[in-house]
């Protein structure tokens, strides 16, 4: 990126002179103060700074927002796909009752759109890194005219909303960059999916890639938990048919951004100043349990096993020979079909990242008993959990139809539990095949080590024979002991 070592230059030079006012009111765009190429605004706090760019290797002109400390990471660009191609003469920033963005000929290649009318308007970089236009009588965030924020690039900043905030505003989503040298819209998009229930999801164009469980009132479901995780204030905003997703502003979450890259991934960075470099706090996808889908229909992916997908027990591949060479796509089902008319009961399966909410059902007040009563009501209904774990869990979600994008976890923290259907008498033989299977392992365990005993006996023995006591007479007495207790 291109700086503005000139202007810089210029106002040092004459910070002592009655230019002063001028120069130190450089947040602000007013419509006598324009603003061209070779200039920047920068926020109050130093924090922020606003001008012209040009990504690396690209002679195109952008108009963009990037942290003073770290120049070359545009947060937010104005005309992203509409560049300035002609590099000779000076494209301007500036009011007529909206911003607009002329290029050197003088015609508009971007402008804000109209949004009302103020008397005294004017535009200035907030230490959010937020570029408001208001009125300059007016500091109030709800009389903005336009904001910046409401029309993110592919980065979230501390203060930015995902999702919608009123009706009948567009939703606001995340689109990658197309590649480092071009910031038009590229494949992929990184957004808040089900009103509802949200989730986070990256798709291109409609296939989803990865995507976050379910919010639970804390968090979103299947997420791991990273260090210092409760200091980034991050919260879901439900107001009447609304629903977004914000972090707060405040000292810690300032320094950070959440961007989705042009390969793809969600990386969410903090800024650390003293070496001037990003380091990532969590990265979707984080393995290949987070690929969409991964283990099928009715499969689980288990970040601790390899390969990853087995079937929930209950279920069974639905190719064995696809599963056998390593392609789960075509997931699994049940070992004995559901039968309607049978009596029926739930297997609970603990730290789990819910499954998408393809056909589901949500009431937030109900608690877990009504929840599986609502689930019996209806032989579609596959299986049930709670849609909150804040504060004591409640809330009722079920399921309907095939159970798709379950991840197992072994740390405890970043699932929640789910209760799947089955007829009473299969589930009995489900976990009585699991009784089996640990009173297989026991047995096996005690002839092993009666094996071991009998072998480090039979061992003592023949020392003791030859006479040589020194190593082992303490161990070979105590299994001596051992022994004969066992055997008699
Ligand atoms: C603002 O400037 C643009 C470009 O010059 C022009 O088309 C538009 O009519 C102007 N709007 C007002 C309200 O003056
Ligand atoms: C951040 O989290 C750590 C660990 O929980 C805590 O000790 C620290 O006080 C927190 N810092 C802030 C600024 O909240
Ligand atoms: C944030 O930092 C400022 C300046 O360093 C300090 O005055 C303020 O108390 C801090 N706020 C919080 C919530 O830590
Ligand atoms: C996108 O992020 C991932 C994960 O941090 C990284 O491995 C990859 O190189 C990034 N891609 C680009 C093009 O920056
Ligand atoms: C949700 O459950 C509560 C408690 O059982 C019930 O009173 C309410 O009518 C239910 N709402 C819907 C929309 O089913
Ligand atoms: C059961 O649920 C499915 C899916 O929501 C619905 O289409 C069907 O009408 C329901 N059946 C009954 C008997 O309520």
Redesign the pocket.
Known sequence: MEGLPFFTFFCSLISSSIFLKFCVASDTITPTHSMVDGETLVSSGQRFELGFFSPENSKNRYLGIWYKSAPHTAVWVANRNNPITDSHGVSTISI??TL?LLNQEGS?VWYSGLSGIAENPVAQLLDSGNFVLRDSLSKSSQSYLWQSFDYPSDTLLAGMKLGRTSNPDPERYLISWKSADDPSNGDFTWRLDTPRLPQLVVATGSTKKYRTGPWNGIRFSGVPVFPNEQNYSHKMIFEKENTYYTRSFDNYSANTRTIINHSGFVQWLRLDERNAEWVPLYILPYDQCDNYGQCGANGICRTSRTPNCECLKGFTPNSQQDWEGFDFSSGCVREVPLDCMSKHDFMKVSGVKLPDLLEFWLNRSMNLKECEAECLKNCSCVAYANSNIKGGSSGCLTWFGDLIDITGFTDGKSGQDIYIRFSAGELESIQGSNKKKRLVTVLVASIVSGMLISGLVFWCIQRKRRGNLTYCSILCFFNENLYHTIVS
């Open positions: 007529n009752g607009v508009v």
